[in-house]
């Protein structure tokens, strides 16, 4: 491992009481909402968009904002809504599977291995840190390539208070 916090041991478990190698869609360890609270709403954005995970927000279906998937709700079509105010982000009161790119998240702000946005350089050592491990890559399966193209794609944003000429 390089200077994130090593999950080998966890990617070891969750192998052994699965039965299964690790990867990117493997929910195995809850997060409790202790452990999301240090994820930055960046992270956040990046695990709704990589893995469809959303930790904080409202994901009740119907709810604004909140598109339901086979991860937070019913798949077939809701009655539509009277329109309602946006709602807050909820803060997560009971524990909720994670992935494992959300506990790298979490860990290595804990450990302040990941002090700033998350970059394109931090998610290709993450893959390759955990290429050659024996129990599974969570990096794996589209996880790796969605989130070099959202990272790419969030760094190429152009900035609507810039004027170009």
Known sequence: M???????LLLHAAAAETGRFVTGDVRWMPAAPDDLRVLTESDR?????VTGERFGRDTAPG????EPNELNGPTE????????EPTEPTEAT????????????ICDR?????????????VES????????????PMSDDIFDLALAYLVGRDLRVDPTVIWV
């Open 2 to 8: 390089t200077s994130t916090f090593d999950l080998s």
């Open 126 to 137: 993450l893959f390759t840190d955990y290429e050659m491990c024996v129990d599974g890559n």
């Open 77 to 84: 079509p809701t009655e539509p809504t009277e329109p309602t």
């Open 63 to 66: 709810k604004p904002g909140a």
């Open 94 to 105: 009971e524990p909720a599977p994670a992935s494992f790119l959300a506990w790298q998240l």
């Open 110 to 122: 804990r450990t302040g291995a990941l002090t700033g946005p998350v970059t394109v350089p931090y």
């Open 45 to 49: 954005e990046l695990l709704e968009v």
